[in-house]
């Protein structure tokens, strides 16, 4: 079945802009969907996270940084990525969980997570 796809990755000097999409099958239209992003050795992390209504969740290390919005008749999620920093470099990927996810606590948790896309690389020198 059609999974997420995401684009927009790229290089970029310190302190540029980037802006991440996530292609969203229609399955997933009432889903939690947010970032994630994983570094060489390090683990998957949590960056941003948006439910059906428009609520946000984010990583302490961009807040004020990066932006996540839902467009729900274009079927996609952005990452508007502003200040970027070296270690915001890495692969970056999409994925989806159920709603809940998104307003309890665990939203940063891969694991709750059951669909993912293929992930485009971001690198910040």
């Known amino acids: 079945h059609v999974q997420l796809v995401e684009s927009g990755g790229g290089s970029v000097q310190a302190g540029g802009s980037l802006k991440l999409s996530c292609s969203v099958p229609?399955?997933?239209?009432?889903?939690?969907i947010a970032w994630f992003r994983q570094a060489p050795g390090k683990e998957r992390e949590g960056v941003a996270a948006?439910?059906?209504?428009?609520?946000?969740k984010y990583a302490d290390s961009v807040k004020g940084r990066f932006v996540i919005s839902r467009d729900v008749d274009q079927k996609t999620v952005s990452l508007q990525m502003n200040g970027l920093k070296p270690e915001d470099t890495g692969t970056y990927f999409c994925?989806?969980?159920?709603?809940?996810?998104?307003?309890?606590?665990?939203?940063?948790?891969?694991?709750?997570?059951?669909?993912w896309g293929q992930g485009t690389q971001v690198t910040v020198s």
């Open positions: 994925a989806a969980a159920q709603f809940r996810v998104c307003v309890g606590g665990g939203w940063s948790d891969r694991d709750e997570y059951n669909s």
């Open positions: 229609e399955r997933y239209e009432s889903y939690c």
């Open positions: 948006i439910d059906n209504w428009g609520g946000t």
